[in-house]
């Protein structure tokens, strides 16, 4: 290795520079929502243009002008991930993707009684079809990024509930516990996540899956402060995470500073499924 080559590559992982992404192009589904604003604000204050997704424009337009006020890089593509013609057209026309943020979900919230073969087939459509449709139609962009800079990075945001079951004693009710079909579907992404990075680690392109913990929105706690108390009591730190507390995570997987990182679920949970 000749002295310019080791000055390059002590300046790429300088501490510094470690988690920055300038130049990167970074893409968001759900971009809008409760942990989808904190990820896209996160990548785009480490100097990615992100282009935010979701299915509702007006919703999306606001969030995209927030961020822009903010001094951020950044554009809209409002479609539903679920729709694979969409999927592959936009795709398709995108030159470079560094960093693909798979974090959408659709699901109706029902006990188990009430539950119904469609509300599998539509949760896993939109959390686990969307993501596979999503990274092969990216592939072409993605591996253009490789090329360029080394190397590119999938996230799937999974969840606790994909590695354990819910502990129905928390709810108020057992009906109100987290769903069959949500934590199904993360804990088969967590799978796919695994192959992706099989068949995508010869072309430089790493796939990790992230797995936030109890993140309940501040109406959720407001509403309901007994049930955020039980739920806080359950993470070894005693609380519960706030939505910017995954920002880190995410940047960590996105960056240079897990270049050597794939087919890996880096949890954030205060803990809670380490007891």
């Known amino acids: 290795m000749g002295r310019h080559d080791a000055t390059r590559i002590l300046t ?23 942990l989808g604003s ?3 604000r996160a990548l785009a204050g480490a100097g990615a243009h992100v282009i935010v997704n979701a299915r509702n424009d007006d919703h999306l337009k606001d969030f995209e002008a927030t961020l822009r006020a ?3 890089s950044v554009e809209r593509a409002a479609f539903d991930v679920a729709d694979v013609t969409k999927v592959r057209a936009f795709f398709k026309a995108l030159p470079r993707l560094d960093i693909l943020v798979n974090n959408a979900i659709s699901m109706t919230p029902k006990p188990f009684d009430a539950l119904e073969p469609a509300d599998f087939a539509a949760t896993y459509a939109s959390a686990v079809t969307a993501s596979f449709e999503t990274v092969r139609a990216a592939r072409s962009a993605l591996c253009a990024a490789a090329a360029e800079v080394g190397e590119a990075s999938v996230v799937n945001i999974a ?17 109100d516990a987290s769903p069959f079909h949500y934590g199904a579907a ?3 992404l967590l799978q796919l996540t695994r192959h992706l990075a099989a068949e995508l680690g010869p072309e430089n392109i790493r796939v ?11 109406e959720v706690q407001a509403r309901d402060p007994d049930f955020a108390a039980r739920l806080a009591g359950r993470t070894m730190l005693g609380r519960l995470g706030r939505a910017e507390e995954i920002a880190g995570p995410l940047l ?5 500073a897990s270049t050597f990182m794939t087919g890996s ?3 954030v949970d205060g803990g809670w499924t380490a007891w």
């Open 186 to 188: 993360k804990a088969a």
């Open 70 to 72: 903010e001094g951020h």
């Open 12 to 34: 790429q992982f300088a501490p510094q520079t470690l988690f920055r992404l300038d130049g990167r192009v970074a893409f968001v589904s759900a971009a809008a929502g409760h």
């Open 159 to 175: 969840s606790m509930y994909g590695l354990v079951a819910p502990d129905s004693r928390l709810y108020a009710r057992p009906s």
């Open 208 to 218: 990790n899956a992230l797995v936030p913990g109890p993140f309940p929105r501040s």
């Open 38 to 40: 904190a990820m896209s």
């Open 252 to 256: 960590f997987l996105a960056s240079r």
């Open 265 to 267: 679920t880096l949890t």
